[in-house]
């Protein structure tokens, strides 16, 4: 692998009190590429609260921030990019909206959707579930022969998400995922959240010495 896999962060589905005291330990304990602010059907108001807490944390620490489902407002605050699923309205629109920033698109198991979503200059495409997850209900599985299939034939990168796991990622790793993307396995560590990166990019690195 020429770039080495890294960790992309993904917030809890609904933010404990003090969690931006536990955002700056868990980014200060090891690499995190970047963090994604996901707090589905939260009010508005509340999201932008959120933002203006937690991306000056990411964003002092060199963590590109970014917004989940909606690039209006991730453009609005200044977010360094947003994340869309395949029903976040128009991708083409946010593509030119995020000029210059992050736009990373949920392709689920599909090669179509991810060869559509690198015709339209995603920063990166997002392959997922790959294993079981409490996190949100998987509609789709995906193997690590998509994964295979889209790092030997494409240059944008790919985020394996869904279920990952320091015990389970070395497979990921090894079949050309550029990023992992992971909630619980560091937001529920039985030691804490900095615990957690740490686990996880021990676990990174161990599955690319073994490649």
């Known amino acids: 692998m020429d770039d080495p896999c890294r960790l992309y962060l993904i917030t809890p ?4 009190p003090g969690f931006a005291d536990q955002l700056a330990a868990a980014l200060d304990a090891g690499d995190v590429a970047c963090l994604q602010l996901r707090l589905k059907d939260a009010p508005r108001d509340e999201v932008k609260r959120a933002v203006e807490a ?10 590109a921030f970014l ?11 200044g977010c360094d990019g947003a994340h869309l699923g395949q029903g976040d309205g ?3 629109g946010a593509r030119m909206l995020l000029s210059g920033r992050i736009l990373g698109i949920t392709c689920h198991d599909s090669r179509h959707l991810a060869m559509l979503a690198g015709e339209m200059a995603a920063d990166y495409v997002a392959f997922g579930a790959f294993f079981p997850t409490s996190t949100k209900e998987a509609q789709y599985r995906a193997g690590t022969d998509l994964l295979e299939w889209w790092s030997e034939m494409f240059e ?6 869904g279920g990952i796991t320091a015990a389970n990622c070395a497979p ?18 039985p030691e804490g959240p900095a615990a957690g990166v740490r686990a996880m990019n021990a676990a990174i690195v161990e599955a690319a010495g073994a490649a």
């Not at 944008?156 to 998400?161: D, F, H, T």
Request: proline share 8%; glycine share 4%; net charge negative.
């Open 13 to 16: 589905p609904v933010l404990p």
């Open 54 to 63: 937690l991306m000056p944390i990411a964003q002092a620490r060199d963590v």
């Open 67 to 77: 917004l989940n489902d909606d690039a209006i407002l991730a453009a609005e605050l």
């Open 90 to 92: 128009d991708h083409a």
């Open 156 to 161: 944008i990168p790919c985020v394996a998400i």
């Open 172 to 189: 990921l790793v090894r079949a050309g995922a550029d990023f992992l993307a992971v909630v619980g396995a560091v937001w529920n560590h």
